[in-house]
């Protein structure tokens, strides 16, 4: 038996519970894993609380990361005890996921942990942080440099926005972080933003053009946020947007397009292909300064998850959780 939360869906309810599994309940898979850490992501807060149609397979354990130890492998590239990372491949949405202390995963997932970073740290960065990684890379793939101008990031007091501006203003980009929490200023300054500005200015309808400002952006909100960041991107700039904090919708005009040049580069980090996973968390051991994950971080206990699930979805969890399942 090990410990895990379970999301049912039947007759009695959608519900997420802290309990006893067995282990011949474990899916099919040919590496299995000795938990050692997991995170709660907004996703998985959709995941918990029923909120979002994220679960498509149930009974399911939910958590789209985790990390821990190789405990038996019939995979060629993984042996006991191996440290191994696994993000997204939609483990927590149609394959039990990292919120458990044991996992059953496919080999062709898992990237080797190798003293990149310790399991704490890993998770600390998790799927939020590698997916700021990704867009980090889609800005440079798509020629952003420093000297450019400003970078713009959304969400900037959570997990994705966190990690973002860490690497960004490491990097030596000038980020301008938006957050709708006054009070996360000094945090944000200290991950090295240099200016802050209040979410309301993004988040009401705007016009199609305005004034030229950022080189490139990070959305991880969407909405009217997404449309109004790509309106005030400079002449041939980059937006990547990755998020749906702020809704799901698009509410945007094609003027930033074509008329301006601007690039809109869509990141997904669940079926990422592996190549680009491995040099995503390649970058981020030499790219993100790790004395930082103490403030981005948080650690919990497996009790503690569902409680935040919903305080994370009304936005009042600062940068990352991660979950000790044991
Ligand atoms: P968090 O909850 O940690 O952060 C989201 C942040 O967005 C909040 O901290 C808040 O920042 C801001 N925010 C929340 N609600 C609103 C709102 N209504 N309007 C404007 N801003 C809002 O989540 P994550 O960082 O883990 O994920 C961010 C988004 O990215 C989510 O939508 C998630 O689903 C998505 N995501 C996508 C991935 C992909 O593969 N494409 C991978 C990982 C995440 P502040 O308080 O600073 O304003």
Same mark, same amino acid.
């Given at each position: &038996?090990?410990?895990?939360?379970?999301?049912?869906?039947?007759?009695?309810?959608?519900?997420?519970?802290?309990?006893?599994?067995?282990?011949?309940?474990?899916?099919?898979?040919?590496?299995?894993? $000795?938990?050692?850490?997991?995170?709660?992501?907004?996703?998985? =807060?959709?995941?918990?609380?029923?909120?979002?149609?994220?679960?498509?397979?149930?009974? &399911?354990? !939910?958590?789209?990361?985790?990390?821990?130890?190789?405990?038996?492998?019939?995979?060629?590239?993984?042996?006991?005890?191996?440290?191994?990372?696994?993000n997204g491949w939609g483990v927590g949405?149609?394959?039990?996921?990292?919120?458990?202390?044991?996992?059953?995963?496919?080999?062709?997932?898992?990237?080797?942990? $190798?003293?990149?970073?310790? !399991?704490?740290?890993?998770?600390?960065?998790?799927?939020?942080?590698?997916?700021?990684?990704?867009?980090?890379?889609?800005?440079?793939?798509?020629?952003?440099?420093?000297?450019?101008?400003?970078?713009?990031?959304?969400?900037?007091?959570?997990?994705?926005?966190?990690?973002?501006?860490?690497?960004?203003?490491?990097?030596?980009?000038?980020?301008? =972080?938006?957050?709708?929490?006054?009070?996360?200023?000094?945090?944000?300054?200290?991950?090295?933003?240099?200016?802050?500005?209040?979410?309301?200015?993004?988040?009401?309808?705007?016009?199609?053009?305005?004034?030229?400002?950022?080189?490139?952006?990070?959305?991880?909100?969407?909405?009217?946020?997404?449309?109004?960041?790509?309106?005030?991107?400079?002449?041939?700039?980059?937006?990547?947007?990755?998020?749906? =904090?702020?809704?799901?919708?698009?509410?945007?005009?094609?003027? !930033?397009?074509?008329?301006?040049?601007?690039?809109?580069?869509?990141?997904?980090?669940? &079926?990422?292909?592996?190549?680009? $996973?491995?040099?995503?968390?390649?970058?981020?051991?030499?790219?993100?300064?790790?004395?930082?994950?103490?403030?981005?971080?948080?650690?919990?206990?497996?009790?503690?998850?569902?409680?935040?699930?919903?305080? &994370?979805?009304?936005?009042?969890?600062?940068?990352?959780?991660?979950?000790?399942?044991?």
């Open positions: &038996m090990f410990k895990g939360i379970l999301i049912e869906k039947d007759e009695a309810g959608y519900r997420a519970a802290l309990g006893e599994i067995d282990d011949d309940r474990l899916p099919e898979g040919d590496v299995t894993v $000795r938990v050692s850490h997991s995170t709660l992501n907004y996703k998985d =807060a959709l995941a918990i609380t029923g909120k979002g149609p994220v679960v498509r397979r149930f009974p &399911m354990v !939910p958590g789209v990361d985790l990390v821990g130890t190789v405990e038996h492998s019939s995979h060629s590239d993984f042996e006991k005890g191996d440290g191994v990372i696994l949405e149609t394959h039990w996921g990292g919120l458990a202390q044991m996992a059953r995963v496919q080999g062709d997932w898992l990237v080797p942990l $190798r003293g990149l970073f310790t !399991p704490s740290q890993a998770m600390a960065i998790g799927t939020a942080g590698y997916t700021a990684m990704l867009c980090v890379l889609a800005l440079e793939a798509h020629g952003v440099r420093p000297e450019q101008g400003e970078i713009l990031v959304t969400g900037a007091a959570g997990g994705v926005g966190s990690v973002a501006t860490a690497v960004l203003s490491r990097l030596g980009y000038s980020v301008v =972080a938006v957050s709708g929490r006054p009070e996360e200023s000094e945090y944000l300054k200290g991950l090295g933003a240099v200016e802050i500005l209040d979410r309301a200015e993004f988040a009401a309808p705007g016009k199609p053009l305005g004034k030229e400002r950022w080189a490139g952006a990070v959305d991880v909100v969407g909405s009217h946020t997404l449309a109004n960041v790509c309106a005030t991107t400079r002449y041939r700039g980059v937006v990547t947007a990755c998020g749906l =904090a702020g809704g799901m919708d698009f509410p945007a005009t094609v003027a !930033p397009f074509i008329l301006r040049g601007v690039t809109l580069v869509g990141i997904d980090s669940v &079926m990422c292909p592996r190549l680009e $996973r491995l040099k995503a968390w390649r970058r981020l051991a030499s790219d993100l300064d790790v004395s930082k994950l103490e403030s981005i971080s948080r650690e919990v206990g497996l009790t503690e998850v569902l409680p935040l699930a919903e305080r &994370m979805l009304n936005g009042e969890v600062r940068g990352r959780v991660v979950v000790d399942v044991n």
